[in-house]
Nanobody
Framework: QVQLVESGRGLVQPGGSLRLSCTAS????????LAWYRQAPGKQRELVAS???????NYGDSVKGRFTISRDGAENTVYLQMNSLKPGDTAVYLC?????????WGQGTQVSVPS
């Protein structure tokens, strides 16, 4: 079992920055990928960014060049640094962890960028 807890919710003005954190606990040795997804009202959940244990990263097209995912293995934490935020980034951001047997989700944290 893996538990994921997000932090860093906030209301940010357009052009501003925010960093989200997700701390994992439980069977950490089995996790090989951590990621951030987001879901806006009325829209499908979409991948924001992912990172593997080897450090390989992948980003959704809408956030490339603005968001950065990183991982602190010692603290079992994955970060999402979000810069140049836009109203279209408003969503609930969810942490995701993948093992060989199962996928795990955090509860989500709200990010709001007013227009």
């Amino acid at each position: 079992q893996v538990q994921l807890v997000e932090s860093g919710r906030g209301l940010v003005q357009p052009g501003g920055s925010l960093r989200l954190s997700c701390t994992a606990s439980g069977s950490l040795g089995s996790i090989y990928q951590l990621a951030w997804y987001r879901q806006a009202p009325g829209k499908q959940r979409e991948l924001v960014a992912s990172i593997t244990t080897g450090g390989d990263t992948n980003y959704g097209d809408s956030v490339k060049g603005r968001f950065t995912i990183s991982r602190d293995g010692a603290e079992n934490t994955v970060y999402l640094q979000m810069n140049s935020l836009k109203p279209g980034d408003t969503a609930v951001y969810l942490c995701f962890g993948l093992t060989g047997l199962a996928a795990y989700w955090g509860q989500g944290t709200q990010v709001s960028v007013p227009s």
